[in-house]
């Protein structure tokens, strides 16, 4: 089996042979130095870092080290660390015929949102919970499941999600899906059986969101967005919307909360025309400068429809996320879900039912709060000593920060960062094609890179704003 693991910059690929991880590791660092992805001179995170990135033990990097070392790749100093060594080029091969452009490999370096970071992910605990959860499952817990997930999982999610995000949640509203795509796939479903024809979305936001709505058959208008969030207020003109899908707590990807009257309008709307709300709760545990804003669903449990998912407090490979909904709709979305639960693994809803119950959750969520916003903060003081004429915009949330560009600039920046080998995303790539063009900006995530890359990644960045 083949681990990958991202790290100071350089994505490597461990493959146990032989000697298992030490020899998988020292020829996934031989291969990054072949193949120029470390570069000669390039400092090592220490063993203890690296160890910590790609968790394995410590004695198993410091060994690698030692013989990489003793091999001639590298080179270690008393108080300079470990680089990689300075070796002189082959002399190159003589060729015949035209000469082939250069392939332009995976970037070095990613701030690309949507990921979060992967390095931190609890395995220890997380593998704690897995066994506890095993030894206690109930025969039946490896048979055909209940559509609507194991009910030991949404047990405790109604109570998390009624202490953390003010959720009004119990077990029988819940359903467990394998992610918010597969809950807006069966969302789509059941809104088109109940004749639906037009589900507004914001202005700025996921195509994929919006691709999968119209393959249900669903025309997706969009509502304009400006300062204060989505402009809640025209949804009582646009005939034929039957439901809204929005990021009210932190608007993907510009980063600002729904004002208090818009999430007034909202429901109001919601009540008086019979429409749904469909929340996407993405990432609103992580607030930093105040607490979390609780879930517009609270405001009317029946008109609002509640997405959350592991993929941003956890990792997205988890597969796991919940929808809580309205009485009348739980059946509804359960048999759109089929008969069986064939989408979501019985064994890690019970372990993650587990590591709710123990208090590790929580645990791991005030940990990645304060990394998260120590990393938002570096980013911050950094482009106020390098881009002064950078700004960020958007609420102190979240694991990814907009910065606003001078007119003109968000394309030669994304392409010029893509030369350093960092890669970038603009606003523009989120802009719904019925919007009106937009400033220009960088949706900037501070959550992917891990600890050893990150200081690396921020320099690069520097580098590549006007």
């Not at 091999?71 to 060594?85: M, Y």
């Not at 900037?444 to 520097?462: N, Q, V």
């Amino acid at each position: 089996m083949t681990d990958s693991w991202a790290t100071f910059g350089a994505d490597l690929h461990i493959e146990p042979v032989g000697g298992g991880l030490r020899s998988g590791l020292m020829e996934a660092l031989r291969e990054a130095v072949r193949s120029g992805r470390l570069a000669p001179g390039t400092r090592l995170p220490s063993s203890r870092t690296l160890a910590a990135d790609l968790g394995v033990a410590r004695n198993t990097v410091a060994d690698a080290y030692a013989e990489l070392v003793a091999e001639g790749w590298l080179t270690a100093r008393q108080g300079s660390g470990t680089t990689v060594a300075r070796r002189s080029a082959p002399r190159p091969t003589a060729t015949r015929g035209p000469t082939s452009r250069p392939v332009r490999g995976r970037p070095a370096y990613s701030l690309s949102p949507g990921t979060p970071d992967l390095a931190s992910f609890p395995r220890a605990e997380w593998l704690k919970a897995a066994r506890r959860a095993l030894t206690a499952a109930p025969n039946e817990a490896f048979g055909y499941g209940d559509p609507r997930g194991r009910v030991e999982l949404r047990t405790v999610l109604a109570d998390y999600l009624s202490r953390a995000r003010g959720v009004h949640a119990g077990p029988e509203r819940i359903v467990i899906c394998s992610g918010f795509v597969h809950g807006l796939m069966l969302m789509g479903k059941v809104l088109r059986k109940r004749r639906v024809k037009d589900v507004v979305v914001e202005s700025y936001g996921l195509d994929e969101h919006w691709h999968l709505l119209r393959e249900a058959g669903l025309s997706t208008p969009c509502l304009p967005l400006d300062e204060l969030g989505s402009r809640t207020g025209d949804l009582g003109v646009m005939r034929g919307a039957g439901a809204v899908l929005m990021t009210p707590a932190h608007q993907f990807p510009t980063g600002v909360p729904l004002h208090p009257d818009r999430r007034a309008a909202a429901v109001d709307w919601a009540r008086s025309s019979g429409g749904l709300i469909l929340e996407d709760d993405y990432d609103g545990e992580f607030r930093y400068d105040r607490q979390p804003v609780g879930a517009l669903q609270s405001l009317d449990p029946e008109r609002v429809v509640y997405f959350g998912t592991s993929s941003k407090s956890l990792a997205p490979g988890l597969r796991l996320g919940w929808m809580v909904l309205p009485e009348s709709l739980a059946g509804e979305v359960a048999e759109a879900k089929g008969v069986s639960d064939w989408a979501s693994g019985a064994l890690d809803q019970l372990t993650l039912a587990e590591f709710i119950a123990s208090g590790a959750y929580d645990r791991h969520v005030r940990s990645m709060r304060l990394r998260y916003r120590r990393r938002r903060d570096q980013l911050v003081a950094a482009l106020a000593e390098r881009a002064p004429d950078v700004r960020v915009s958007g609420i102190a949330a979240g694991l990814h920060a907009v910065l606003e560009l001078p007119e003109g600039t968000e394309r030669t920046v994304i392409q010029a960062a893509a030369f350093q080998g960092l890669a970038l995303e603009g606003v523009s790539r989120y802009r719904h094609p019925q919007a009106a063009p937009g400033r220009d900006a960088l949706v900037i995530s501070y959550g992917s890179p891990p600890d050893s890359a990150w200081s690396s990644t921020l320099e690069a960045l520097c580098r590549v704003l006007p």
